[in-house]
């Protein structure tokens, strides 16, 4: 891709693999302190290292590594951006550092520990949340770059289906868009004005739904690009075709439209939400399956399709012919086969039952370590693989694919072992979010121990995993061989059936999104906001900044 528009995907990777190596290092203090076995040093507080964790993986790797991507393949499938576009990428880049850096700051000054899920009544210091805003704006500003490019293109060659890598990062890109309007809505509404004083109260119930309706699609704007890299780049790197464009367009698709209406699935224990709209979003939530299902589909075919190509027999027999050895492919094959226990997971979440067994212990944090740190963590890894050394004119070499390949087993072999002992506890119904392991001693806590030594132990392989990778990052930047990469962008097979013109279509997709948005949340919303007795909910300020 053009220099300049790999200078500028680069930029947004400095500032994740940093945050990678920050991040995991909170992350093995975290599991070194719930074995029960470690006392944080004298003024560190478990909960700010909680939040940096979360923060800087959940938030800042994730963006920032997105954005990147998704900016470097649009580069490669539509061509260069122009100077305009560029020149906008980089002031959203800008933006979104600078609000990374006050954030940080506020963080590491104890005076932000709100974690990343920021519930009311804890509250932070007003400039990290203006920190966040910078962050969050200035994803918006890249964004627009990305459908700008993407409309050019239309423009440019009227009548012909779009690429199919730009249109998901644009698909990816809307989602985020709508899904930050519930963010900024509670954040400029309620929380700034409430942390300045300006407000004395804040209703703890609409901002936490307010927080939902994003932090739900949030997941699928981490999922979406590894998505994007199972559908168009590994069928190119196993040597074989996409299965179905449409099929891809149409699980986007899908994503757009019923990943917004679903935030009532992690609220599902909370009061003043009637059980009718809890229930609704639950049936939505089962919905938004179905794309994960299609997916898990198209690969199989994928898969099998080359498998044969290659003279596999038998039902299994593709297994044999898949690139083992190819560090590009097993690390997110490695990442999709973790999906598979961590997509399980996420139905027992949504089954509103089965939620009042898991909720807020220590499942769920083993379920999202298996899918947005496992599914999506490891496509990155694996993109990283090649599109670093592609990019900047290097080669990924025999030596450091090695290297890559043992990264992703002890990324992998970490993981199963954390998030396996996480959902053990989680049933023994050990608590998520919580510094205290053994409660002073009670019974029940004390048999969680032996699974939270085992996650300790997870971690800490985990977090050698992450050192390498952050190692093998630094290699392919500034010091791999130079020479050619290539940017494995997968061609559609022959027998697919063309895209209709309604999968290119946006702008019919985004009406049908707003319209199920308004159908989930209008009545709730009316509801929430009559019912609120005045000054509810009256424990604002009780655990106010400190
Ligand atoms: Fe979730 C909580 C439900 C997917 C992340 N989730 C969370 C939280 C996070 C998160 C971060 O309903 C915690 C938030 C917090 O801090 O409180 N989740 C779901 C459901 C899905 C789901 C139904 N979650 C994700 C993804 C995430 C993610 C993806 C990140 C990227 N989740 C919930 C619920 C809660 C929740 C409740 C709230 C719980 C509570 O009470 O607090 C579905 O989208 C999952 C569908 C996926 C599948 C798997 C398909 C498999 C594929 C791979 C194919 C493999 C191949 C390899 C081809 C059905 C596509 C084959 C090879 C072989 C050898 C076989």
Not at 130 to 136: E, F, N, Q, R, W
Not at 138 to 157: D, I, L
Not at 249 to 269: A, E, N, T
Request: charged share 10%; aromatic share 14%.
């Amino acid at each position: 891709i053009d220099k300049r528009d790999a200078k500028l995907t680069m930029a947004h990777l400095y500032v994740a693999f940093v945050a990678l190596f920050l991040g995991a290092t909170a992350g093995l203090l975290q599991t070194l302190v719930r074995s029960g076995k470690v006392t944080l040093p004298a003024g560190i507080n478990y909960y700010q290292v909680l939040t940096v964790h979360g923060v800087l993986l959940g938030l800042v790797l994730t963006t920032f590594f997105i954005i990147g991507f998704i900016i470097a393949g649009q580069s490669k499938v539509c061509g260069t951006l122009s100077a305009g576009e560029r020149r906008f990428g980089w002031i959203g880049y800008w933006m979104m550092t600078i609000g990374v850096a006050i954030t940080a700051t506020f963080i590491l000054l104890g005076e932000g520990s709100v974690l990343y899920t920021m519930y009311a009544p804890l509250m932070a210091h007003p400039l990290h949340y203006t920190g966040l805003t910078l962050v969050v704006v200035g994803s918006w500003v890249e964004g627009f770059v990305v459908f700008h490019r993407h409309a050019r293109w239309k423009k440019e060659n009227p009548g012909q289906t779009t690429p199919l890598l730009s249109f998901m990062g644009v698909a990816t890109l809307i989602l985020w868009l709508v899904a930050c309007l519930g963010l900024a809505t509670t954040v400029l509404v309620q929380i700034i004005p409430w942390s300045i004083g300006l407000v004395p109260t804040i209703d703890v119930l609409i901002s936490r739904t307010l927080f939902w309706y994003f932090g739900h699609p949030l997941v699928y704007f981490w999922l979406m690009p590894a998505y994007m890299a199972w559908y168009v780049i590994i069928p190119k790197i196993i040597g074989g075709k996409i299965f179905s464009d449409s099929l891809a367009r149409l699980s986007f698709v899908l994503f757009l439209l019923f990943s917004m209406p679903v935030g009532f699935h992690h609220q599902l224990l909370e009061p003043g939400i009637d059980p009718f709209w809890k229930y609704l979003q639950v049936v939505l939530t089962y919905l938004v399956v179905i794309p994960s299902l299609m997916t898990a589909f198209s690969l199989f075919a994928t898969f099998e399709l080359r498998g044969r190509e290659l003279g596999a027999t038998g039902i299994f027999g593709w297994w044999k012919k898949l690139p083992w050895k190819d560090a590009r492919f097993l690390a997110p094959f490695l990442g999709m086969l973790l999906f598979i226990p961590g997509g399980a997971g996420g139905i027992v979440n949504a089954s509103h039952q089965m939620n009042q067994v898991v909720h807020n212990t220590i499942w769920i944090t083993g379920h999202f370590h298996l899918t947005v740190a496992s599914a999506c963590a490891l496509t990155f890894f694996g993109i990283t693989f090649w599109m670093v050394p592609s990019i900047t004119g290097r080669k990924l070499t025999e030596k450091m694919n090695k290297v890559a390949l043992a990264q992703t087993w002890l990324w992998t072999i970490g993981m199963v072992f954390m998030s396996a002992s996480m959902h053990a506890a989680g049933l023994f119904g050990a608590p998520r979010r919580s510094a205290f392991s053994t409660y002073a001693g009670n019974e029940d806590s004390l048999a969680w121990i032996p699974y939270q030594i085992a996650q300790a132990v997870g971690g800490t392989i985990l977090f050698l995993g992450a050192l390498l990778m952050v190692v093998i990052f630094i290699n392919l930047a500034f010091f791999a061989p130079k020479g050619e990469e290539e940017f494995p962008i997968g061609e559609v097979h022959e027998k697919a059936e063309k895209v209709p013109a309604i999968f290119d279509n946006f702008k019919v997709w985004i009406a049908v999104t707003f319209t199920l948005i308004l159908f989930a949340y209008t009545i709730p919303f009316i509801d929430m906001i009559q019912n609120a007795p005045p000054g509810s909910p009256g424990f604002t300020n009780v655990i106010g900044r400190q």
